[in-house]
């Protein structure tokens, strides 16, 4: 059983910050790609960014220069956002591509957080 639980979201004003983690947990092997996602009320579900294996990241034009994406050792991805925006007021949500002990590789969602940019 693998679970990604996020962390972080909150109220924050207008060029505020955050910082979204998401926790790994679980019969892990190995994570491969790891991704945030978020999704605006009456929107779709945008992809935000993505950190490779080897630690290549990729953002959204969107964010692109204000939201960085970060892992470590521990199983955590990180969603570093700065400058936020009103617009950037979503549920956002961790995904990733995990192996587990049986070699079996799936994609797996967290169940999401909050994140409101507001005065």
């Known amino acids: 059983q693998v679970q990604l639980v996020e962390s972080g979201g909150g109220l924050v004003q207008p060029g505020g910050s955050l910082r979204l983690s998401c926790a790994a947990s679980?019969?892990?092997?190995?994570?491969?790609?790891m991704r945030w996602y978020r999704q605006a009320p009456g929107k779709q579900r945008e992809w935000v960014a993505i950190?490779?294996?080897?630690?290549?990241t990729i953002y959204a034009d969107s964010v692109k220069g204000r939201f960085t994406i970060s892992r470590d050792n521990n199983n955590r991805v990180y969603l570093q956002m700065n400058s936020l925006k009103p617009e950037d007021t979503a549920v956002y949500y961790c995904n990733g591509e995990i192996e587990n002990l049986k070699n079996m590789r799936s994609n797996y969602w967290g169940q999401g957080t909050q994140v409101t940019v507001s005065s």
């Open positions: 950190i490779m294996r080897r630690g290549t």
């Open positions: 679980g019969t892990i092997l190995n994570i491969y790609d």
